[in-house]
Nanobody, 121 residues
């Protein structure tokens, strides 16, 4: 069955960097809209960044200029490069894949990874 597996989380000091990875098994990233979300206990999950099939990226205002989303279709891997990390970036980070239906992202059939913890102190 389809699995998304995140890695790369950890503990880092303020101003540091981490790179998150999300690898898919049996799922073609080249035919999906890919996203990173994050969630803090007691708060709603929020979208951090997204990348579309033709490489168009979007970012939440709170990470613009610091985070970069990218994908390597040959490796079926999604990345999130996080620089200039702040304590408020502390959260569980999740990758998600929305299958493409024509040119549209089908969020109703979204697939989630299990999450990777990022802690900034």
């Amino acid at each position: 069955h389809v699995q998304l597996v995140e890695s790369g989380g950890g503990s880092v000091q303020t101003g540091g960097s981490l790179r998150l990875s999300c690898v898919a098994s049996e799922y073609p990233f080249s035919r999906a809209c890919l996203r990173w979300f994050r969630q803090v206990p007691g708060k709603q999950r929020e979208e951090v960044a997204s990348i579309g099939q033709i490489g168009v990226t979007t970012y939440a205002d709170f990470v613009k200029g610091r985070f970069t989303i990218s994908q390597d279709n040959a490796k079926n891997t999604l990345y999130l490069q996080m620089n200039s990390l702040k304590p408020e970036d502390t959260a569980m980070y999740y990758c998600a894949a929305d299958p493409m239906t024509g040119l549209l992202c089908d969020s109703h059939n979204r697939i989630w990874g299990q999450g990777t913890q990022v802690t900034v102190s």
